[in-house]
């Protein structure tokens, strides 16, 4: 609602602005808006010690390349094991440096000594990884004693955030220490884990950029979705919709703000941009009336 455009204006005359969070930081897209590919991020090494004398991976199967906004496929792993299975087994899978250790939950017994691991993953999976990955597919028995590991290429495809339904003011009079609140939702194909940051700007009537460094470009502020009310009014945490607020001062310009919405997700991916212009008008003039 109307209140929100102004208080960035309000916020930033009070100098209370904090520091620059500009999207352009790490992950920036390259000189043609692409975002850089996250190859090399090999994994650090094994999920498990490979100490394991009776397992092994012997085949994988996953996608050569997994899309933007996949619905689950399969990824499986078909393990032996010398001692028959004679102590239950933890299949494991992780794609990226760092990535989430996945497990593969037993999908069939091929013999006496051989069994299908398998489990669905979708799109989500990619979150925080671009381009091409390698996944990692291990077995381990009794006190993690795992077996060689066994890995595979993947083409991980990762889009950028969407912004929508900005919650933003059509005109607002300029009440001296009124609070404003400021909204917009955003979402990610590969899922709310990739979403790295929901900024917004604004241009002031006379044309300049709000903010406390005034620096060409704008001053970048970051919204938050933590579910805490008295920190910039936000509702409910990991919701999908952000906020922030601030006050109106009482030397704020008069005339038209521009808010500019974007996203970066954590491959450096930037959102379409969405603008809302709000009018701060003069209080009414009670004298007169």
């Known amino acids: 609602m109307v209140r929100r455009l102004g208080g960035l204006v309000a916020l930033c005359l009070l100098g209370a602005c904090g520091g620059d969070s500009s999207p352009t930081g790490g992950g920036t897209p390259d000189g043609n808006g692409n975002p850089p590919d996250n190859e090399g991020n090999g994994n650090s090494g094994p999920i498990f010690e490979e100490n394991s004398t009776s397992l092994e991976v012997v085949a994988v199967e996953a996608p050569d390349t997994l899309h933007s906004g996949s619905q689950p496929v399969l ?13 239950q ?17 037993l999908h069939d017994s091929l ?4 069994a299908l691991f398998s489990a669905m993953f979708d799109s989500t999976l990619a979150a925080g990884f671009s381009g091409t990955q390698t996944l990692q597919f291990q077995a381990a028995g009794a006190e993690a004693s ?8 993947i083409y991980l495809k990762n889009e950028p955030p969407v912004l929508f339904e900005p919650d933003t003011p059509d005109t607002l009079q300029r009440l001296t220490g009124a ?3 400021l909204y917009i939702s955003a979402s990610d194909p590969q899922g709310y884990g990739d979403i790295d940051s929901v900024y917004f700007k604004f241009r002031k009537p006379d ?10 470009g704008g001053f970048h502020f970051v919204l938050v979705d933590n579910g805490i ?10 919701d999908g919709r952000f906020a922030f607020n601030f006050s109106i001062v009482e030397n704020a310009l008069l005339g038209t703000y ?6 970066r997700d954590k491959v450096g991916n930037l959102s379409g941009i969405i603008q809302a212009d709000f009018e701060l008008v003069p209080l009414p003039d009670l004298k007169n009336d």
């Open 207 to 216: 044309g300049s950029f709000g903010g406390a460094s005034e620096k060409e």
């Open 111 to 114: 013999s006496s000594n051989t």
């Open 146 to 153: 795992g077996s060689k590991t066994l890995t595979k290429e």
């Open 179 to 181: 609070r404003i609140q």
């Open 258 to 263: 521009t808010v500019i919405f974007f996203s």
């Open 229 to 238: 009310w008295r920190h910039h009014g936000d509702e409910k945490e990991g």
């Open 75 to 87: 990824f499986a792993a078909t393990v032996e094991d010398s001692a028959q299975f004679a102590e």
């Open 89 to 105: 087994i933890e299949v494991a899978m992780r794609v990226g440096q760092g990535g989430e250790v996945r497990t593969l939950l």
